[in-house]
């Protein structure tokens, strides 16, 4: 049999992907997953030549690399195939969604529920409406129902609380109100500059990380190799999207807390960061900045004043309320010991991002699979062991100050670095795709993982775009952390994890 | 509790005493205005390359409804016709005014006659919002988010966002309407007391956005109903929103 590896953002043939029979698809699965360091990136289908292909795409941390391999079926309705969730319990919510999209049983799977509902699901016979919840009996048993649509500004999303009492046994969550076709649309509008919007708003909260993931992917496939400088100014941008959405994390922190001095503090130090985007590119939420191939709002040195002066002022502030927050007996007591995910749980479903390192689980794309400047100045993850509500928002706060050093690092290195000369080239958007490719991006938004695989049919249309939130697998961490929990340590809960219902339900 | 003094002493005075008058720097995109000067021979980059069809020529509009903000009509065209102001002052009850003309260089306000006449006697001192995410891509919502902070308090005027449909005076929508949400929202509205407003909030609402034409979606909803308010952005700013729904309700502070 052979193997093929290929490092991030690199875009290789179609046909050079080995096809294996899914007995030794499974069998190669079976033993990458061996090795500790290796973890499930993608793992997806789509229509091919009259046939289904699935690509499986498993990352090795270690040799910063990625397993690519696939197999085919022809089309049936009736196909079922042995689960590979029964060993690797992380492949849950691939199988749902192969499940969701194509009709394939996966024997053995014990929770064959729709992902997201979506438009295009192999059986629209199957309504949301019916979903099958886990159902709990017992004397002091009953279930507490919230949403789609919750008490804040806030996504729509459904959360069953199955209880004993006022004790969580375990919390259902089901998604896809959100689901806005956004894969099916990537297909269907076929200029580059409509294709970065819709990455743009895949997720509003990680415009630069999705954005990013998709740009790294066409510059793959035109093979394009942007400057130093522009690597440079999407490292930072990045973090300084992951400082603005942490600050604001911490504030929700608070809020539900009912700390007012944190909630209040807190809120009001994300806005100068968000402003900063503004004066930067004209958005707070940094849409229109990442673009392929070139940088659309130069840095000049007065930008480059102004955010050193920023960082400076933040940082005072920051920490002096994230000291007396993390100091606080009364936030501690709501903190310590709250949800719970251990590092074993967080191993097997498979959680990347914050949601691993909080659990003492190294997973980080920076320091792993490193794309735009985390190659030249290599990124040191943070990680705690607690598992609990508080190493969570300890993660942030340590996190943000990670970040603000690493900026400035990046900020040293800016001035010996040339101007950027690339012009603003239209000729792009005519450009074609390579036919029958296929690419693979991988990025670290704030939230964790992001992971967009392109493929390209005989005439160099986007066949699939595929498109992973870290959010796909941490809500099963949020579920976990609920459990022998009180219900109404929950607002706590979910603000600690803050995951993306539309980066699930795309 | 030294510490705490320290802390408050160190932030200063965070909010802004009159949210009609900040000044959003140059960068910002709001308002576009097209020039009058003619277009080069035969020219029709900009139209050609809006991801969200926004443009028509002969005569050239822009609609603000359908805008990105992608600016990338700007760096397409020789001939400086397009640009955007930093005028956030963008949210109008009337859809048409927000297709912007050529040579219009006029604010974009609300059109008088078509407020209903009881919201100004009901909400002018007290307005009440449920907002409702159906497919909103969370940062609308951040920035809805962001009008209570300390900076743009908009709570000082009696205008916050409640719980439940049922203490609210109005629904404020974000995202382009999906299907899987379509009848959660409607139930949603049917809560809410009359008389009641409906308020769009970002180009995914108004008109879609880039999401326009998904088979995902389901928009029945603005068909039955007339919304009240429109407020532009790919999020808007919350100064749009905030003077927006001000506009609107011509908010009456004060006693009298």
């Known amino acids: ?506 | 509790m030294f510490e705490v003094f320290k802390i408050w002493k160190h932030q200063g005075k965070q909010y802004i005493p009159d949210l009609t008058k900040p000044v959003l720097p140059t960068s910002f995109f709001g308002r576009p205005e097209i020039s009058s000067k003619p277009c080069a021979e035969g020219c029709s980059a900009c139209k050609d390359i809006c991801p969200t069809h926004a443009i028509k020529l002969e005569p050239m509009t822009l609609d603000f409804g359908k805008c990105v903000l992608c600016n990338e009509c700007t760096r397409v065209c020789t001939e400086e016709k397009i640009s955007f102001t930093s005028d956030y002052k963008t949210a109008t009850n009337e859809r048409s005014r927000l297709i912007v003309k050529e040579g219009e260089t006029h604010p974009i306000t609300i059109n008088e006659v078509l407020v209903r006449k009881e919201i100004r006697s009901y909400f002018g001192r007290s307005l009440k919002l449920r907002q409702v995410s159906v497919g909103g891509d969370n940062s609308c919502e951040w920035e809805l988010g962001a009008t209570g902070n300390p900076n743009f308090d908009f709570g000082r005027y009696g205008i916050d966002f409640v719980a439940s449909p049922r203490h609210a005076d109005g629904l404020v929508i974000t995202g382009p309407i999906t299907e899987n949400m379509a009848e959660a929202l409607q139930i949603c509205y049917d809560a809410i007391p009359a008389p009641k407003i409906i308020i769009l909030v970002g180009v995914d609402a108004i008109s879609g956005g880039i999401f326009a034409g998904s088979d995902a979606l389901n928009r029945t909803f603005l068909d039955k109903y007339t919304a009240d308010l429109y407020v532009p952005g790919n999020p808007p700013h919350p100064l749009t929103f905030i003077n927006g729904v001000m506009e609107m309700i011509k908010l009456k502070k004060g006693w009298f």
């Open chain 1, 1 to 506: 049999m052979e193997h093929l590896t290929i490092k991030n953002n690199e875009s290789i043939r179609l046909e050079n992907i080995p096809v294996y029979t899914y007995y030794d698809f499974y069998d190669r699965v079976m033993e990458l997953h061996k090795n500790k360091a290796c973890h499930c990136v993608n793992y997806f289908g789509f229509d091919y030549d009259n046939k289904l292909k699935f690509i499986c795409c498993i990352a090795d941390d270690q040799e910063r690399n990625i397993h690519i391999f696939s197999f085919e079926l022809t089309k049936d309705k009736n196909i079922q195939l042995p689960s590979l969730t029964v060993d690797i319990n992380a492949y849950h919510i691939y199988e749902r969604e192969i499940n969701e999209n194509f009709g394939i049983q996966f024997i053995g799977h014990p929770w064959m529920k729709h992902v997201r509902y979506a438009h295009n699901r192999a059986d629209t016979t199957i309504l949301m409406k019916d979903h099958p919840f886990i159902k709990v009996t017992g004397e002091e048993a009953h279930e507490v129902g919230v949403g789609p649509i919750h008490a804040g500004i806030i996504e729509p999303g459904h959360f069953r609380f199955l209880c004993q009492g006022e004790e969580v046994l375990h919390l259902e969550i089901q998604l896809g109100y959100q689901h806005r076709g956004i894969e099916e649309l990537y297909s269907k509008k076929k200029h580059l500059l409509q294709r970065t919007i819709l990455s743009e708003s895949i997720s509003g909260d990680t415009t630069v990380g999705h954005t990013l993931a998709f740009v790294q992917n066409m510059e793959a496939f035109y093979e394009l190799k942007v400057s130093k400088r522009i690597e440079l100014l999407r490292s930072m941008a990045l973090e300084l999207e992951r400082i603005a959405i942490h600050t604001g994390d911490l504030s929700a922190f608070c809020h539900d807390l009912a700390y007012q001095l944190g909630s209040e503090v807190f809120g009001a130090l994300r806005t100068p960061i968000i402003n900063f985007f503004q004066f930067w590119c004209g958005n707070r939420f940094a849409k229109g900045l990442i673009r392929t191939g070139y940088n659309p709002y130069p840095f000049t040195p007065e930008l480059k004043e102004r955010l050193i002066k920023l960082l400076d002022d933040f940082e005072f502030k920051f920490i002096e309320m994230a000291d007396k927050t993390f100091s606080l007996p009364s936030v501690l007591n709501r903190f310590e010991k709250t949800g719970i995910v251990t590092k074993t749980q967080t191993e097997m479903i498979g959680a990347v991002g914050m949601a691993a390192r909080m659990a003492g689980v190294k997973r980080d794309i920076r320091a792993s699979h490193p794309f735009a400047y985390f190659k030249q100045i290599p990124y040191t993850p943070v990680l705690l062991s607690g598992g609990d509500v508080y190493a969570r928002g300890m993660l942030r706060n340590l996190e943000v100050q990670f970040s603000i050093g690493y900026i400035r690092s990046l900020l040293e290195v800016l001035e010996t670095l040339p101007e950027d000369t690339t012009k603003y080239d239209t000729s792009l958007y005519q450009k074609n795709l390579p036919s029958e490719s296929f690419s693979i991006s991988l990025t670290e938004g704030w939230r964790g993982e992001i992971c967009h695989c392109a493929v390209t049919d005989k005439n160099g249309e986007l066949l699939k775009y595929k498109v992973k939130d870290p959010s796909l697998h941490n809500w099963m961490a949020l579920a976990l952390a609920l459990r022998n929990n009180e219900i109404s340590d929950f607002p706590i809960n979910n603000k600690s994890f803050n995951l993306s219902y539309c980066g699930n339900d795309l």
